[in-house]
């Protein structure tokens, strides 16, 4: 893969990586506050439920998109351990990588068609339209497209079983800690 590629796609992914940062800051503190009041004022903000809402579903939608880049998502990795049988290998996480794929181009196509609608309602408490959290399906989505062909490409180029080749750099991870089949 190309050295400006491999920068673009790294880039990506720590900007999805701080998103998902923020949007788990974003559901804590409005919880946080609607808590504090129901509890302190007896008056709790119909705004809160709403922005915990749009963050959570942005935060899995982009979580799932840095999943994918990982190689995280559901695959038979049997095959793995088993070197003489590269081609099995091969020819299974292709199989795995075409469904994932066909998956994820299907919610961003279909996100997109839904869009309009979407757009056309709002949210009570925040007066924001309703497209803003529908939003979150197609561009995580199409993200996690990127990430799934990035994949792809590393695992069947990598000529060892033994050899994790999908990044797994975190914020916040020490250099030392290394990222194995999501063990550290």
Known sequence: ??????????????????ACV???VVITGSVSWQVLTRYVTRDSASWTVELASLAFVWLSMLAIALGVRQGRHMVLDIWEYVPERRWLRI????????????????LTVFG?????????????????P????????????AIAAIFAVEAWWKLVRE??????????????????????KGEI
């Open 1 to 18: 893969m190309p050295a400006l590629l491999e920068r673009v796609l790294t880039l990506l992914d720590r900007i999805v990586q701080w």
């Open 22 to 24: 923020i949007a788990l």
């Open 91 to 106: 020819t299974i996480t292709t199989i795995a990588s075409v469904l994932v794929l066909a998956t994820l181009v299907a």
């Open 112 to 128: 997109m068609e839904a869009l309009p609608s979407a757009m056309r309602r709002t949210m009570p408490g925040m007066d924001l």
């Open 130 to 141: 309703f497209g803003f959290i529908s939003l979150a399906v197609p561009v995580g989505s």
């Open 159 to 180: 000529p060892d079983p033994e050899v994790d080749p999908l990044p797994s750099a975190v914020l916040f991870q020490s250099e030392e800690d290394t990222m194995v």
